[in-house]
């Protein structure tokens, strides 16, 4: 248990913050899967019981839908949850598997940094123009930053992550907690 406590301290604030960011986001994202879910059902009710849909129901679970997915993706990147191909990697071992490892932070931090800018853009337009939902007039572009965020944050990890597997490669001691630096199959 000291152990833990030694590599929570020996863990920059900075680094900390952002573990409980995400956490924090991740909380949200089952709060969003929540109300989803009791949306769905009181839509449902209401169709069939009392023959009236709620109008705005299929609308704000697509985008509570949305925000869930995007909302869990920084805890499953600081994890290293998601899903992954590893046919090859898993079976790398010393400085190729950090090799691999940096490869794939440099490609996801490509792409975030693409996704992050593109998705701003278009949020930024959204907001611009006033863009609304079909049926309920649901404002869109806050869903959208949502998205934009969520990847930046997802960015941060990665780039902690290349860090971190850098430090290693140097002979330094982790920063992140075990079960955040890998998951064992």
Known sequence: MGDVAADKARMPLPVRLLALLVRAMNALAAIAGIVMTVLVFSGAVMRY???S???????????LFLSLSFLAIPLGLLQRSHISVDLVS??????????????????????????VSQAY???????????????????????????A????????????????????????????E???REISP
């Open 49 to 51: 019981f009392l023959g």
């Open 53 to 63: 849909p709620l109008k705005f129901s299929d609308e704000l679970v697509g985008l």
């Open 90 to 115: 898993r079976k790398l071992r010393g400085v190729w598997a950090r090799v691999a490892e940096i490869s794939a932070s440099l490609i996801f931090i490509a792409f975030a940094t693409v996704f």
């Open 121 to 147: 853009e278009f949020a930024s337009f959204s907001r611009m123009i006033d863009s609304r939902s079909e049926l309920g007039s649901l404002v869109l572009w806050p869903w959208m930053g949502l998205m």
């Open 149 to 176: 965020a969520a990847f930046f944050i997802a960015l941060l990890v990665a780039l902690i992550q290349l860090w971190d597997c850098l430090r290693r490669m140097a002979g330094r001691t982790s920063w992140l």
């Open 178 to 180: 075990p079960e955040e």
